[in-house]
């Protein structure tokens, strides 16, 4: 099972920014699905972002687009999440997951919760929006 290790959330106000890291010391995600969740109180785990390490597609939810921009940088082997202009509806625990590796026929899943098992998930990082 890769460890994976979220860092970078926090408490912020409306129309600020945080950028969320993602990494597995020791631990190369080659052609792996990665992607960012979110789950607020009372609410299900949905998908923020999505990217596939081989190629660096990306898939971002239409919830943030335009805000959230997802990047995965192979010399750190480190997935980012940079937020921006911030709403107090993005208050939520943030959870990184990575599984692979995958066939790029298969990039198209990378923002599906379907695609991660129970042992492909970070610990989480908390983000607070306050208006």
């Known amino acids: 099972r890769v460890q994976l290790v979220e860092s970078g959330g926090g408490s912020v106000q409306a129309g600020g920014s945080l950028r969320l890291s993602c990494t597995a010391p020791g631990y190369m995600f080659s052609n792996y699905c990665m992607g960012w969740f979110r789950q607020a109180p009372g609410k299900e785990r949905e998908g923020v972002a999505g990217?596939?390490?081989?190629?660096?597609?990306?898939y971002v939810a239409d919830s943030v687009k335009g805000r959230f921009t997802i990047s995965h940088e192979n010399a750190k082997n480190t997935m980012y999440l940079q937020m921006n202009t911030l709403k107090p509806e993005d208050t939520a625990m943030y959870y990184c997951?990575?599984?692979?590796?995958?066939?790029?026929?298969?990039?198209?899943?990378?923002?599906?919760?379907?695609?991660?098992?129970?042992?492909?998930w970070g610990q989480g990082t908390q983000v607070t929006v306050s208006s």
């Open positions: 990217i596939y390490t081989r190629d660096d597609t990306i």
């Open positions: 997951a990575a599984n692979g590796p995958r066939p790029s026929s298969e990039k198209y899943v990378c923002l599906s919760l379907n695609s991660y098992d129970d042992n492909d």
